[in-house]
């Protein structure tokens, strides 16, 4: 079975970091490209980072960019994001998966990492 493991999250202040994991298991990791979402409490999920299968491409959000690195690491089945110069708007729960899913939307959500940024 699909299964998504995310860790990492945590009470940060303004201007910290934080890196997020993402275990994954039950598909071929190496083949699938890899996203990882954030949810504002009352919002939908927006995705903020994706990377292809072999984390050769990268893309992100405007909201993100150049303060999060997305990546991928094939040999441990396992997606991470560093998070760096975070700001209060950066807080929600961070999810990952991935673009296996026939339907094109992604499926199986895990239970997430809360993230949240105050002084």
């Known amino acids: 079975q699909v299964q998504f493991v995310e860790s990492g999250g945590g009470l940060v202040e303004p201007g910290g970091s934080l890196r997020l994991s993402c275990a994954a298991s039950g598909f071929a990791f190496n083949k699938y490209a890899v996203m990882w979402y954030r949810q504002v409490e009352g919002d939908e999920r927006e995705m903020v980072a994706v990377t292809t299968s072999a984390a050769v491409s990268t893309k992100y959000a405007d909201s993100v960019k150049g303060r999060f690195t997305i990546s991928k690491d094939n040999a441990k089945n396992t997606a991470y994001l560093q998070m760096n110069n975070l700001k209060p708007e950066d807080t929600g729960v961070y999810y990952c998966?991935?673009?296996?899913?026939?339907?094109?939307?992604?499926?199986?959500w895990g239970q997430g990492t809360q993230v949240t940024v105050s002084s």
């Open positions: 998966n991935s673009d296996i899913w026939p339907s094109g939307w992604p499926e199986n």
